[in-house]
């Protein structure tokens, strides 16, 4: 490598510092020990309200209120109010960190971690990662993710691919029902105020939200990002988020060796993922039967999910997860070289084939906003 200090020549050997021009996904190359992931600590949160207007408070968190365990099974219908309550976000607004980088703003003089960390920090939101983690045995869906670096910090935005949009446009409507019925569960399962009950006569707007931001570090990755929480259980052995939070979840009802099997490999992959980066330590699931109606619940614990394919050939490792998402962190923190938040690096991966990356300026892909950077740069 290049060679610095007194007396030492200078050597000039630029293919060196070349970034790879690819990065593979094969879960094989990612075995291996499970890497450093510091446990996720919470800076602070937002919401958005019914306008999807943000406030720098906890005002959208909502109070996890199971149905009582007297013997009876629960029996939701989460048909019930479609579609005359319900109120969609417009999923054509593109928000990209917007949201997420109003808290920063607020925010940056008084992060933990000393003056300096967010320089050395990747921003983004939760589920971008949680798509970089199961990445490795995904065989569906595609990603794409821009990039672009700013007073030293690495941003990451999902950038929605050509096919999703196609996807989204031709939504049958028998899917976007399914939508649906995971928010309304959410309603049946979630009470307004700590001790209160839950009112399933309402509307199911999905404008409003609570996230949380929150500290980690993948590897030598510090990492900043911000997951929608479900509610909060304020029963739970301790009140210190995130610790607290409950993720909520709907699947079919399963009723074959076959559908079980197939649970463990993709969904609760699925579900791991995105629980174990806030660290999120329990998912609620509620199992609805073909008309629609949730008649069980079962917990599962983020810790104990990876013990149902553990000894499955075809099953997922977190190990495999936590390692690709770390060479990916580092491919992109090598390939997005120059500070300059005009400058925009899209990372794009289709299911069997490896991650490319291309290099664009200004619109369409910049996705850090003038009110931002010129904020920023005060
Ligand atoms: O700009 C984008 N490309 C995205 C923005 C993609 C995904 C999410 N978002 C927004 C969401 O609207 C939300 O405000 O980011 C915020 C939180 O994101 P996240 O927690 O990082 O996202 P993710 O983990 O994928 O989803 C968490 C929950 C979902 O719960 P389930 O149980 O279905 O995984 O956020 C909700 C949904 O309830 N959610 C959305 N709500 C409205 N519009 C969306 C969406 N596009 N995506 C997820
Ligand atoms: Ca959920």
Not at 224 to 235: A, H, K, M, N, R
Not at 267 to 290: D, H, I, M, T, Y
Not at 331 to 357: C, H, I, K
Request: charged fraction near 20%.
């Amino acid at each position: 490598g290049t060679k610095r200090g007194a007396g030492k020549i200078e050597v000039a050997e630029p293919w060196n510092k070349l970034p790879a021009s690819s990065l593979p996904t094969d879960p094989a190359l990612y075995a291996g020990p499970f890497p450093f992931y510091r446990r996720p600590s919470e800076l602070g949160c937002f919401s958005l309200d019914a306008q999807r207007q943000y406030h720098g408070d906890a005002r959208a968190l909502r109070y996890y209120c199971p149905p009582p365990t007297n013997g009876q099974s629960p029996n939701f219908d989460l048909r019930d109010g479609y579609p005359d309550r319900y109120r969609p976000r417009d999923e054509e607004v593109q928000e990209r960190l917007d949201h997420l980088l109003c808290w920063v703003l607020e925010h940056r003089g008084r992060l933990e971690g000393g003056p300096g960390w967010l320089a050395g920090a990747i921003v983004t939101w939760r589920g971008h990662l949680t798509k970089l983690l199961t990445t490795p045995y995904e065989r569906q869906e595609g990603w794409q993710l821009a990039a672009s670096r700013f007073q030293g910090t690495l941003y990451l935005s999902e950038v929605e691919t050509p096919a999703a949009r196609a996807q989204r446009l031709t939504r049958p409507p028998l899917l976007q029902e399914l939508m649906y019925m995971g928010y309304k569960f959410e309603q049946y399962m979630c009470a307004d105020k700590p001790g209160g009950s839950t009112d399933p006569s309402g509307e199911v707007n999905t404008n409003v939200a609570f996230c949380s931001v929150l500290r980690s570090r993948l590897g030598n990755h510090p990492l900043l990002f911000s997951g929608e929480v479900d509610c909060i259980d304020p029963q739970a052995p301790t009140t210190q988020p995130p610790t607290c939070y409950v993720e909520l979840k709907t699947s079919k009802e399963m009723r074959s060796p076959g559908q079980r099997k197939s649970f463990y490999r993709r969904k609760l992959l699925k579900w791991w993922a995105q629980s174990f980066l806030p660290g999120v330590p329990n998912v609620v699931a509620g199992f609805r039967n073909p008309e629609g109606f949730v008649c069980s619940l079962k917990t599962f614990r983020t810790m104990e999910m990876f013990e149902y394919v553990r000894n499955d050939r075809d099953g997922w490792n977190p190990s495999v997860c936590m390692n690709f998402c770390a060479a990916f962190l580092s491919f992109a923190q090598n390939t997005v070289v120059q500070d300059d938040p005009r400058l925009v690096y899209l990372f794009s991966w289709e299911p069997g084939s490896p991650v490319t990356v291309s290099e664009h300026r200004d619109a369409p892909h910049a996705f850090l906003p003038t009110w931002y950077v010129e904020a920023m740069t005060q």
